[in-house]
C-alpha cells in the first residue's frame, strides 16, 4: 500500500509565497524519485520540479529559480517552496511518487492534488 499526500495550497497575492508538502509512505519496499507536477484548466499535466532519492533535482523552465523543492532527512516527505508566484502559476498541484518494490520493479503513484490560485 502506498500514500499520496500533499498539502499547503491555497489563494496568495501575486509576488506572494506557499510551501506544498507531500508525504508519501509504502508497506513494501522504498519511496524514490518524487515530483511535483500541476495542471490548469484546459492544459496538460506538466512537471514542475522533482527530487531523486539521491536529491538530484529537475527543474521546469517556467520555474525560473523561483521554486524549490527539497527532500526531508527520511526521504519520505518532499517540499515545494514557492516564491514570486505569478497569476499563471495557478493550476492543481499533483505529487507522484515512484516506489521501488523488493524485487525491483517500479511503480508511480499520485496524491489527489492541492489547489494553488494565485490572484493579480
Known amino acids: 500500500q502506498v500514500q499520496v499526500v500533499e498539502s499547503g495550497g491555497g489563494l496568495v497575492q501575486a509576488g506572494g509565497s506557499l510551501r506544498l508538502s507531500c508525504a508519501t509512505s509504502?508497506?513494501?519496499?522504498?519511496?524514490?524519485?518524487i515530483g511535483w507536477y500541476r495542471q490548469a484548466p484546459g492544459k496538460q499535466r506538466e512537471l514542475v520540479a522533482s527530487?531523486?532519492?539521491?536529491?538530484?533535482?529537475v527543474y521546469a523552465d517556467f520555474v525560473q529559480g523561483r521554486f524549490t523543492i527539497s527532500r526531508d532527512n527520511a526521504g519520505n516527505t518532499v517540499y515545494l517552496q514557492m516564491n514570486s508566484l505569478k497569476p499563471e502559476d495557478t493550476a492543481v498541484y499533483y505529487c507522484?511518487?515512484?516506489?521501488?518494490?523488493?524485487?525491483?520493479?517500479?511503480?508511480?503513484?499520485w496524491g489527489q492534488g492541492t489547489q494553488v490560485s494565485v490572484s493579480s
Open positions: 507522484k511518487a515512484k516506489r521501488r518494490a523488493p524485487w525491483g520493479g517500479t511503480s508511480d503513484y
Open positions: 527530487i531523486s532519492s539521491g536529491e538530484y533535482t
Open positions: 509504502t508497506s513494501t519496499g522504498r519511496i524514490t524519485d
